[in-house]
């Protein structure tokens, strides 16, 4: 028997509904970037429960998965922004903690791994607190965009919205940072590219 093609997703979510070991490609496809992406914003202790928790949730719904779509990413990162939602209060108390001491230990834990992964974001106290202050539905859309690189299709797959949402979301989102940080508008580009590791 042959397995689904590498990249198509959706295959793998039809194939596991017959043999349930199959989904674990899935696992191994999106893991590291799901847990990357809680970890930026939970931290690394919470990023191990949401990874996992997108996952089990993910299998025990798979039968629900839109085989019409080839990616699964979208529809993983909805499932762990959903997570991430309940950990909202934590994620907040956090980021104005950040914005107060300047110290994250999320990036110091990063700087012991071997890749080096550190987000510069987590060092601009002030950036933490214009995220703090964003709504949880403008920060999902930023944050999904900025470090997570989904597509705005993809952000309105993922938080089952209209594209325009998700446009009008994001610059509501980055109109705020802007000016939290002083009114550069090349500040919040920037800074969230070096927070995800591209500068």
Known sequence: MTGPPRDDDAAVVSQSLEQPETFALLYD?????????????????????????????????????????????????????????KHRRAEVRGLRALARTGTDPVAESWTERADHRVSAQAAHAELAGALAGLSAGDRHVLLLIAWADLSYQEVADALSLPVGTVRSRLNRARRKVRTALGGDPTVVTESLEVAHGHG
């Open 29 to 85: 496809r999106y893991a590291a970037d799901i847990h990357r992406y809680a970890a930026r914003r939970l931290g690394e202790g919470a990023a191990d429960d949401i990874t996992a928790d997108t996952f089990l949730i993910a299998f025990r719904a798979r039968a629900r998965f839109d085989t019409g779509r080839e990616s699964a990413r979208p529809w993983l990162y909805g499932i762990a922004a959903n997570l991430i939602g």
